[in-house]
């Protein structure tokens, strides 16, 4: 069972975040493992695929160097970005860190149940996650790092939020977007890391495919 994470009003990472790191560590470095293995094998495969397609000699050569060094590149921006997204998505899952940056937010928004134009709720909001950003997470490089990822995504999904109020009543009531975004905020952030993580994924191959094949084909023709 895991130990649960104690909260502090002063500090801007729960109290108990060090496991939650110490697990998000283990969780990214698997990742990253995994990743650059499949990576690898890949490549292995593309080089060769690469080296016929270039009619071999020394095109082939320069298409194996030319498929080996996107290689390379596809792991360092594929598998790193999906280690990264992997640990980040296990610290918002132990941490809670979404939901608590949202009431952050909307404590320093007010409690003026007078309903808000929207450029006005807009401002507010930038001002609020200003404050959030500047007392909240002020404390440490880590807190930074993790807590303003996740923070400029609590804004963008209140400020779509916001959006949507007003279109529908024409104003924007603070409570009644703070009462719906309160327990979903967590999943939507989920959401937006797994998207990510799918987006470095689609990046890593993009990469090592083109970065094999095409030079091949041109070698082939010179």
Known sequence: MET?????PRMGLPDGIAPALARAARTGLASLVL???????VTLVLAIVAYFVATGGWRGGVAVLCAL???GVAIGVGAVKRAIGTG?????????LGSRLVDQVFDRLGTDATPLALPDA????????????????????????????????????TSSRFVEESAKHGHVELATVRADLGPRVDQLIQDRVTQAIQRATILAAAIAIAGALVPAVVLRFV
């Not at 649960?4 to 502090?8: D, R």
């Not at 980040?88 to 809670?96: C, E, H, N, P, T």
């Open 4 to 8: 649960p994470i104690a909260y502090s």
């Open 35 to 41: 990743s650059a293995l499949v990576i690898a094998g």
């Open 69 to 71: 060094a996107a290689g």
């Open 88 to 96: 980040l998505a296990s610290v918002l899952d132990s941490a809670q």
């Open 122 to 157: 807009t401002r507010r909001l930038h001002g609020a996650v200003s404050q959030v950003a500047s007392s909240e997470l002020a404390n440490s490089w880590l807190a930074r790092r993790i807590g303003g990822s996740v923070l400029a995504i609590v804004q963008s999904v």
